[in-house]
């Protein structure tokens, strides 16, 4: 079963708009973690906000916020006020357990962000 | 932040030879480095987990004999495709985490073209 779902394949957005990126997760380990990562178009990945399981307040970086809802078990990630080098792959990815470093990560299949001038 | 790094960035092999990946973590020391690959427009996907001191965890449909993973020191994991055919082209990625943080520090990744 697919842990980690984001139904969006590409997005365009006009630059200064926000931005809202979906991903939905699957799990029963009720400690986990979930990351946003951008990857640009040279490869690297580029780690954007995480929120943990048991975080009261939704997570926040900059323009990057992270609408938690885990109920509903959606992680989706906004961009406030995008700009053109927001164009790039952003995949969501999860973690399951208690450990936090050791974990390897299950990644959603992407959503290729286009910003329009 | 912490720096992870990848050698070579690129590589061109003929078919049949082996190729070495290394991934250093340069600022701090990773008992657990993480191999993935990434096809083009694809996500990426986790192939073993290297331990420093034992065996790697490979996961499932990942074969052993072909991808060697040898964790040789804290700061150092190499990934060696053995015998390398035009499938095995990809663009393989490494990740340590920092024990105690919960980011993942990722390599810049190396793009593997078999011909």
């Known amino acids: 079963a697919q842990k980690i779902t984001q139904t969006q394949p590409g997005m365009f957005v006009q630059e200064k708009e926000a931005v809202t990126l979906d991903c939905t997760y699957d799990?029963?380990?009720?400690?986990?973690?979930l990351f946003w990562y951008k990857q640009p178009s040279s490869g690297e990945m580029i780690f954007l906000i995480y929120?943990?399981?048991?975080?009261?307040q939704n997570a926040t970086e900059g323009r990057y916020s992270l609408n938690f809802q885990k109920a509903r078990k959606s992680a989706n990630l906004v961009i406030s006020a995008s700009q053109l080098g927001d164009s790039a792959m952003y995949f969501c990815?999860?973690?399951?357990?208690?450990?936090?470093?050791?974990?390897?990560?299950?990644f959603g299949q992407g959503t290729r962000l286009t910003i329009n001038p | 932040g912490a720096v992870v790094s990848q050698h070579p960035s690129w590589v061109i092999c003929k078919s049949g030879t082996s190729v070495k990946i290394e991934c250093r973590s340069l600022?701090?020391?990773?008992?657990?480095m993480f191999w993935y690959r990434q096809f083009p427009k694809q996500s990426l996907m986790l192939m073993a987990t290297?331990?420093?001191?034992?065996?790697?965890?490979?996961e499932q449909g990942v074969e052993k004999d072909k991808f060697l993973i040898n964790h040789a020191s804290l700061t150092l994991s190499t990934l060696t495709v053995t015998s390398a055919h035009p499938e095995d082209s990809s663009f393989y990625i490494c990740?340590?985490?920092?024990?105690?943080?919960?980011?993942?520090?990722f390599g810049p990744g190396t793009r593997l073209t078999v011909t």
């Open positions: 290297s331990n420093e001191g034992s065996k790697a965890t490979y």
């Open positions: 990815a999860m973690r399951e357990g208690r450990t936090q470093g050791a974990q390897k990560l299950v």
């Open positions: 600022d701090f020391q990773a008992t657990t």
């Open positions: 990740s340590a985490p920092r024990d105690s943080h919960y980011e993942q520090y």
């Open positions: 929120q943990g399981s048991y975080d009261q």
């Open positions: 799990t029963s380990d009720p400690s986990y973690g």
